[in-house]
């Protein structure tokens, strides 16, 4: 059963067209790939997905409610987080913090529970359990800037996983990560596969065709082939620009 949907997505900009006719499918308990050369429309898709951008045409659904042109934080609160390409985080903050404030019940505070915030325990006792579960466990009191590239990586995906979501992108995660941080990644994208739906843009075609059940090729702002990892790598087209070299 699909959950979430993109049908017939278009958006421009100027005269530039960037996403024509784009139609995406993810099925809940998924792990779903995006892949495409530099400029092919990847992460705009994924801003017309998440609500930074309204498509021109075409809808977004999400669990058969139409969610098209909503803003980001009502998307979220429909069960929908991402991760973007640079990293967007609190530094001078501690990682549990970072992790605190983006709990939907500390949100929902505003201003008015701020003062509060030290006092709540069990906020901190939930953000340290989402930081044991992206592997950053004892890291609760380091701050953001002290964190390794790779930690600081986990760190943004707890970010995501403490907004409660049901579908989680992930913008090029492995992006800047060596072999040993890729391959934590690929461990951690395997064990929060049990509970979230998860979808990557990624260039990293070993990591992408190692875990996931369908991959979207985009290309020119359309998809030209979409399936199966080993489908894809007998797929003509890919073969031939070499992103089935994987």
């Known amino acids: ?7 017939n997505l278009h958006k421009r900009f100027g005269d530039r067209v960037v996403l024509e006719d784009v139609s995406l499918r993810f099925d809940e ?31 977004v659904v999400m669990d058969g ?9 009502a998307i979220t609160r429909r069960g929908v987080a991402r991760s ?10 501690a990682a549990q913090d970072n ?17 509060d915030l030290a006092r709540d325990t069990a906020a901190f006792d939930e953000a340290a359990s989402i930081l044991a579960s992206v592997g950053l ?7 953001a800037s002290d964190l390794s590239y790779g930690e600081r990586r986990a ?18 995660p492995t992006s800047g990560l060596g072999a040993d941080g890729t391959a934590r990644l690929a461990d951690l994208v395997e064990a929060l596969r049990r509970r979230y739906t998860i979808v990557m843009i990624e260039h990293d075609m070993r990591f992408l065709f190692r875990l ?30 070499m992103l089935g070299a994987a």
């Open 84 to 93: 973007f390409q640079a990293i967007k985080l609190f530094d001078q903050e």
């Open 212 to 241: 996931a059940d369908r991959i979207d090729v985009i290309h020119w702002g359309q998809v030209i082939a979409s399936g199966t990892p080993d489908a894809l790598r007998d797929n003509a087209w890919v073969q031939r620009s």
């Open 137 to 143: 466990a004892g890291r609760e009191r380091t701050r």
């Open 155 to 172: 760190l943004e995906i707890a970010l995501a996983l403490a907004t409660q979501p049901r579908i989680v992108f992930l913008d090029e």
């Open 99 to 115: 992790v605190v404030v983006a709990l939907p019940r500390i949100r929902a505070r505003a201003r008015n529970g701020w003062s």
């Open 29 to 59: 308990g998924s792990v779903s790939g995006i892949m495409g050369p530099n400029g092919a429309g990847k992460t705009t898709c994924f801003n017309v997905l998440t609500g930074q951008f309204a498509p021109d045409r075409g809808s």
């Open 1 to 7: 059963m699909a959950l979430f949907e993109a049908r």
């Open 65 to 73: 409610e139409d969610i098209t042109g909503l803003a980001p934080h």
